[in-house]
Nanobody, 122 residues
Framework: QVQLVESGGGLVQAGGSLRLSCAASGSIFSINAMGWYRQAPGEQRELVATITRGGSTRYADSVKGRFTISRDNAKNTVYLQMNSLKPEDTAVYYC????????????????WGKGTLVTVSS
């Protein structure tokens, strides 16, 4: 199937920056949308940013202007550049990819990474 591995999380002080990466591997025919989601302590998972195969992006209002999502289709990798980080950005960040593994069955299946922790200190 498809495996997603996130990297780049860590501890940073408010106002700092981090760049998350997520590489997809396995039996992949194509990947449609990719995205980043996060889950803060005691909260439900929420969408942070998504990007289509063609490069169209969407952002949560809370991160708009601070975060930038991008992808390298050749490497099946999605990135999240996070600038001007705030303590409220503290969460486990999860990578998502909607992928087709078998072209004979053209249906996209959502795959998830295990998450990477981002902690922003005040």
């Amino acid at each position: 199937q498809v495996q997603l591995v996130e990297s780049g999380g860590g501890l940073v002080q408010a106002g700092g920056s981090l760049r998350l990466s997520c590489a997809a591997s396995g039996s992949i025919f194509s990947i449609n949308a990719m995205g980043w989601y996060r889950q803060a302590p005691g909260e439900q998972r929420e969408l942070v940013a998504t990007i289509t195969r063609g490069g169209s992006t969407r952002y949560a209002d809370s991160v708009k202007g601070r975060f930038t999502i991008s992808r390298d289709n050749a490497k099946n990798t999605v990135y999240l550049q996070m600038n001007s980080l705030k303590p409220e950005d503290t969460a486990v960040y999860y990578c998502n990819a909607d992928a087709i593994t078998n072209p004979a069955i053209p249906v996209t299946i959502p795959y998830w990474g295990k998450g990477t922790l981002v902690t922003v200190s005040s």
